[in-house]
T-cell receptor, first 115, second 113 residues
Framework: DADVTQTPRNRITKTGKRIMLECSQT?????MYWYRQDPGLGLRLIYY???????NKGEISDGYSVSRQAQAKFSLSLESAIPNQTALYFC??????????????FGPGTRLTVL | DAKTTQPTSMDCAEGRAANLPCNHS???????VYWYRQIHSQGPQYIIH?????ETNEMASLIITEDRKSSTLILPHATLRDTAVYYC??????????????WGLGTSLAVNP
């Protein structure tokens, strides 16, 4: 089984709809992240969480919200989807702070299309 | 936060070494260099990281210049499955001790038969 799973893998929705993307991990990591990827723009950080009670905005949080329901679960919501939120979304996790090692483990991605 | 500069694309013959350069001339003394790759539209995959010493693992070698202003990722015997976008990232550590990876556009490596 994959260590980081994302659901759904693909989603087509209409402008104005509320959408939730879910991420679950079995790595026991405290830290979780949501990124979006657009052609020609690379990965951009939307939100990140370093533990269940810690939520932080990334570079492009406008139009998004998150919920850290448990250590293993981190959901991303689009309250009212718009076409420029069409992108590939990735969830990632990483281990605890300390030392030099901070490898991020990524999920398979969710391809979201907003019509 | 230190930024990185990489060539947009590179080609390599199958079986030969692939050498991917990265410039990070504004890197700070406590910032690490990380390399990830992304095959097609899959989630990025960690390759290797280093601070100032050269590093090697089962996937690749990382050579960091003495002044730490640039580095090279080496795939010693590239295969077709190494075709991917390779990202060189400098880890940012801010006052709140948060650790975020700042991603650029990477180098698109094509390994040719």
């Amino acid at each position: 089984d994959a260590d980081v799973t994302q659901t759904p893998r693909n989603r087509i929705t209409k402008t104005g709809k509320r959408i939730m993307l879910e991420c679950s991990q079995t790595k026991g990591h405290d830290r979780m992240y949501w990124y979006r990827q657009d052609p020609g723009l690379g990965l951009r950080l939307i939100y990140y969480s370093f533990d269940v009670k810690d939520i932080n905005k990334g570079e492009i949080s406008d139009g998004y919200s998150v919920s850290r329901q448990a250590q293993a679960k981190f959901s991303l919501s689009l309250e009212s989807a718009i076409p420029n939120q069409t992108a590939l979304y990735f969830c990632a996790t990483s281990g605890p702070a300390g030392g030099s090692y901070n490898e991020q483990f990524f999920g398979p991605g969710t391809r979201l299309t907003v019509l | 936060d230190a930024k990185t500069t990489q060539p947009t694309s590179m080609d390599c013959a199958e079986g030969r070494a692939a050498n991917l350069p990265c410039n990070h001339s504004t890197i700070s003394g406590n910032e690490y260099v990380y390399w990830y790759r992304q095959i097609h539209s899959q989630g990025p995959q960690y390759i290797i990281h280093g601070l100032k010493n050269n590093e090697t693992n089962e996937m690749a070698s990382l050579i960091i210049t003495e002044d730490r202003k640039s580095s090279t990722l080496i795939l010693p015997h590239a295969t077709l499955r190494d075709t991917a976008v390779y990202y060189c990232i400098v880890r940012a550590v801010n006052a709140g001790n948060n650790r975020k990876l700042i991603w650029g556009l990477g180098t698109s490596l094509a390994v040719n038969p």
